[in-house]
């Protein structure tokens, strides 16, 4: 028995068992199932990335745990502000809602699922704030502390967002995408109706073997390495495999003629260069059988103010500083804590177009 | 026929104690070869035990005049006499502190149950759960655990659409197909369970936040989240609040159970019910 979907009355009306709850509904309410998490994209996201908890958070750090749950509870019918994941879990309803309409029988769709550290204690706060923006979030875990590694296996997860650089950390050991997203003071409106999702190259889409060749041996032996390895597709990255679902539903809108006007579109924002060692990155994709929409190569140049005009819901990187390069412009950039970049500190150079500036 | 009842030393005489009879073929091994061992092989719900005791032992730390404690009483059902014996060595053998032991006839079990005060009985077979579940007498399933290993937590696993539905949405029921009988068991489920959470609820509020060697689950299996939600408040109303929250809607729950690894599980079958209309062709 499913109590919260679909049953169908003698005239054909729909209606969710839930409506049925009063009984004065005499109009059926209409709430789409969830689907099966094997046939999902199944995107999970902590607390802290789908809702502004800073001075939640901020509380929990100063005061500790028992102040914080105390908090939680006394603030339990105020609302949250949204966090920010939340304009990308917008864009992933308004992708499923085209989706339904040309495959209503399908189950490939997106699924958000809740996965929080947090206490259960704060979990009627959580679900009184989703109700009030109506987010079709029906699947959550509240952990209590313990890993949501588990969990995150336990839902074949896509794709995992959170606040906490340790857990995504180990989601990536564990081989699930995952990013860790922070809060901005800035942020620009992004598209209501379609999702934009831009990612970084190297070791994010790629293994990170070509960067460690840049860190340890330098620009020049970089170049020389890509060229003679251009045919030789690299090594799978992190989120290879999201890129690859969203390839997956794009392909689904194409097949109903919707090639132009997408509701899903991708990006690859690299410091390769087009001339260059961006050849290797595009053949690689090839061999995957990928693609993205869009390829910018800014060979090194700073990637904040292409972004700023992509207008992306989301932006993967490996290196903190592209994150806040992106941050400050407004984008929602999602730090990829993979790969040698995290091992040694960041070159940073002040001016990022000349010939030896780093190719990220 | 009276049960025979052989006390230990240790029998705690205390009103608010949590009684909590466990089958003696959970905590020890009882197949064939296995009898002719000196102490009893340890059973599949063994570790079971251990978690109890270091409830017990962080309670009377706490406060040594703590008398809400986990009161562990032993039921085996058509034993024979030499095992018997072999029961009752082998709990000594392992340190376990076992009240009472209550020896009886397969016929006698729930009743025995009833006349004992026993605030959750416990078993690792889902036959024998239901039948006390019937009778009216709290039961839940003793999970086997994966290793063995001791984990440094009880888990209490609450899984409970029924929890968040109300006593008129029970009744609705019938619209889908449940029988009166049924809607008569989902109610009597219900009810049962809430002295048990009222208990659990209160000895976990004896340790703090974090660092609790109790942990208190609730899952909803098929509803959506606001049946979770009102769920939450429902057992916040009798008393607890529990650590962790799940919402399935509709997902399958053993991959989240095995994740999880609860010692008690409570289940209020909802969603495994046997001859249901086929618009109810939810998997668990």
């Known amino acids: 028995m499913n109590l919260n979907h679909q049953h169908t009355t003698s005239k054909g009306d729909t209606y969710c068992l839930e409506a049925m709850k009063t009984r004065e509904h005499s109009t059926p309410t209409k709430k789409p199932t969830s689907p099966k998490p094997e046939n999902a994209i199944t995107i999970a996201v902590s607390s802290r990335v789908l809702f502004n908890m800073d001075l939640e958070q901020q509380i929990f750090e100063q005061k500790g745990m028992e102040e914080y749950l105390k908090y939680q509870i006394d603030h339990e019918t105020e609302l949250f502000k949204p966090g920010p994941a939340f304009p990308f879990i917008k864009a992933l309803e308004a992708v499923n809602a085209q989706l339904r309409d040309l495959y209503p029988e399908s189950e490939e769709l997106f699924d958000v699922v809740l996965m929080t550290n947090n206490h259960a204690h704060v979990g009627i706060r959580l679900i009184n704030s989703i109700n009030h923006y109506k987010l079709f979030i029906e699947r959550f875990c509240m952990t209590g502390g313990n890993s949501p590694i588990g969990y995150l296996k336990a839902y074949h997860t896509n794709l995992y967002l959170s606040a906490d650089s340790v857990k995504v950390r180990e989601a990536i050991e564990e081989g699930i995408a995952a990013a860790t997203m922070f809060s901005s003071e800035k942020v620009t409106q992004v598209s209501e109706t379609q999702l934009r999702v831009a990612f970084d190259g190297d070791a994010v889409l790629f293994s990170d073997e070509s960067e460690r060749i840049y860190k340890t041996q330098g620009l020049d032996k970089f170049f020389e390495h890509e060229k003679a390895h251009e045919n030789k597709p690299l090594d799978h990255g992190p989120l290879k495999g999201f890129l690859e679902v969203l390839g997956k539903l794009q392909r689904k809108f194409y097949a109903k003629g919707h090639r132009m006007d997408c509701p899903i579109r991708t990006y690859l924002v690299t410091a390769r260069s087009a001339a260059s060692s961006g050849s290797r990155a595009l053949k690689t994709l090839r061999a995957w059988g990928l693609e993205t929409d869009e390829a910018l190569f800014l060979a090194g140049a700073p990637k904040g103010p292409m972004l700023a005009k992509i207008k992306p819901h989301i932006f993967f990187d490996d290196q903190m500083f592209h994150i806040e390069g992106a941050a400050e412009l407004g984008t929602v950039a999602a730090h990829v804590p993979y790969g040698i970049a995290q091992k040694l500190p960041p070159k940073k150079t002040k001016d990022a177009k000349e010939t030896d500036s780093p190719p990220k | ?284």
């Open chain 2, 1 to 284: 026929m009276d049960p025979k009842v052989r006390n230990s030393a240790e029998t705690k005489q205390s009103g608010s104690a949590l009684v909590t009879a466990v089958s003696c073929h959970d905590i020890f091994d009882l197949s064939a070869h296995q009898t002719d061992y000196n102490p009893l092989p340890k059973g599949a719900a063994f570790s079971f035990i251990s978690a109890v005791q270091a409830v017990n032992q962080r309670l009377v730390k706490h406060n040594e005049n703590e008398t809400l404690q986990f009161e562990v009483i032993l039921l085996g059902k058509d034993c024979e006499e030499q095992i018997k014996s072999k029961i009752f060595d082998s709990a000594k053998h392992y340190g376990l502190k076992i009240g009472k032991f209550y020896f009886c006839s397969r016929g006698e079990f729930v009743r025995t149950l009833q006349a004992n005060s026993v605030k959750l009985f416990l078993s690792t077979d889902r036959d024998d759960v239901y039948g006390a579940l019937q009778a009216g007498v709290p039961a839940a399933l003793l999970c086997q655990q994966a290793d063995q290993q001791v984990q440094d937590q009880l888990k209490v696993l609450f899984s409970g659409d029924l929890i968040g539905l109300s006593e008129d949405f029970i009744d609705c029921l019938k619209d889908f197909g449940f029988s009166a009988v049924q809607i008569q068991n989902f109610k009597a489920a219900k009810g049962c369970i809430r002295e048990f959470a009222a208990l659990i609820g209160e000895m976990r509020k004896r340790f703090g936040c974090e660092d609790s060697p109790l942990h208190t689950i609730l899952i909803t299996v098929l509803g959506s989240r606001d049946v979770c939600a009102t769920a939450l408040k429902t057992l916040r109303g009798w008393g607890l609040d529990v650590d962790e929250a799940f919402c399935l809607a509709g997902a399958p729950r053993n991959p989240i159970l095995t994740t999880i690894q609860p010692h008690i599980l409570w289940d209020d079958g909802l969603h495994n019910m046997k001859g249901v209309s086929p618009l109810m062709g939810m998997s668990s």
